[in-house]
């Protein structure tokens, strides 16, 4: 049934995202809501909330404000945060209240700018799509607004698409190991642990790795923009394969589109009989292939378990309870944008 949820909570919005990219760098981000969804971004979305301080506000509308589309207002509180934190750059995300009244970002942009000195990044973000679409975005405008022109320094590489949303610590940290392994000197992983200039200096990357969907806009712009290539990879899939058999298998692969289509090689090249990709979130043309399979309700996922075949589903655990009757192998592969819940990514 369409919007029915007996087991998986509600997915992060694209405000989340839009936030988890720009959390860590140093800037006044302000979600320009009541406070019910910067405090659901704080309280469930952003893992990084109780152990990295970030000055994340909500512009805090009242009815009347929403109503009347009282810009001044949201400036006058914008500005006199700016004057309390030492902030090099503002970001203003939208949620559905900004979508319904129809604010106007590209004015709220220029007001910003006018009054704070500060480069402003505005993303109309509107809480209908997922965390993905707005993480992508941020991606886009963040590079767009920062990034200057610039040499490829030797054994630099760009990593794009990471968030908490999709991966944790660990994972970041494993992905450096192996970056390093392979001959990169410098690791630049943006959105877990670059800083805003690490932005600034992206056309130094001889080569950027998207490891989530959500970075390949921001790659694409970057290659037109400085001739940067780019490649789709998750560096840490073949870890998950140490231990089970998979000659043979049939497989159901389920996370977002780069690490799940990055496991399929691994699991054909291990001799897996068949490996089917499906995805809650974005999937871009240029990664499916054919029998890859979008989700979007619950009983999608019950109806292509039982109809597929598979004697291998890797994916979260948080899904399990959708298949009871599912007689195979479960491989636990944690997706915190989906379950909520901290683990290898």
């Known amino acids: 049934m369409k919007g029915l949820r007996k087991v998986l909570t509600p997915f992060a919005p694209d405000q989340s995202g839009a936030v988890s990219v720009l959390y860590a760098l140093g800037g006044v981000v302000v979600v320009i ?3 019910g969804c910067t405090g659901n971004i704080c309280g469930f979305d952003e893992p990084r909330w109780l152990s990295q301080k970030s000055a994340v506000f909500s512009a805090g509308l009242r009815d009347m404000d929403a109503i009347m589309g009282r810009d ?21 995300i939208g949620t559905p209240v900004p979508a319904v009244i129809g604010t106007d970002f590209r004015a709220l942009k220029h007001m910003a700018e006018k009054r704070t000195g500060l480069p402003v990044i505005s993303l109309p973000t509107d809480g209908m799509a997922l965390y993905d ?41 494993t992905i450096t190991e192996r970056l390093k392994a392979a001959g990169w000197r410098e690791i630049v992983i ?3 642990g670059a800083d805003l200039p690490d932005v600034r200096r992206a056309a130094g990357a001889k080569k950027n790795l998207v490891i989530a969907p959500s970075g390949l806009e921001a790659a694409r712009r970057l290659e037109a923009r400085f001739g940067t290539p780019y490649e789709a990879a998750y560096p840490t899939a073949a870890r998950l394969i140490d231990g089970p058999e998979v000659r043979g298998r049939r497989v159901l692969v389920v ?4 690490a799940a289509c990055a496991l399929r090689e691994q699991l054909l090249a291990a001799g897996a009989r068949s490996v089917t990709v ?9 990664l499916t292939q054919a029998g890859d399979v979008p989700l979007a309700e619950e009983d999608d ?45």
């Open 301 to 345: 996922f019950t109806a292509l378990v039982a109809s597929g075949g598979f004697d291998l589903i890797v994916a979260d655990p948080t899904m399990r309870p959708l298949v009871p009757n599912f007689a195979g192998e479960w491989l636990p592969f944690p997706h915190f944008a989906l379950s909520g819940k901290l683990g290898q990514g």
């Open 190 to 192: 943006y959105g877990m």
């Open 278 to 286: 499906g995805c809650w979130f974005m999937m871009d043309p240029a």
């Open 255 to 258: 996370h977002q589109q780069v």
């Open 72 to 92: 001044d207002r949201l400036i006058d509180k914008l500005a006199l945060a700016c004057d309390q934190i030492e902030a090099n750059f503002v970001a203003v």
């Open 133 to 173: 679409r707005g993480a992508s975005a941020a991606f886009a405008a963040l590079f767009e607004a920062f990034a200057e022109p610039g040499e490829a320094v030797a054994g630099r590489v760009g990593v794009l698409g990471a968030t908490p949303l999709d991966m944790d610590e660990k994972t970041a940290e």
């Open 33 to 35: 809501d009541a406070g």
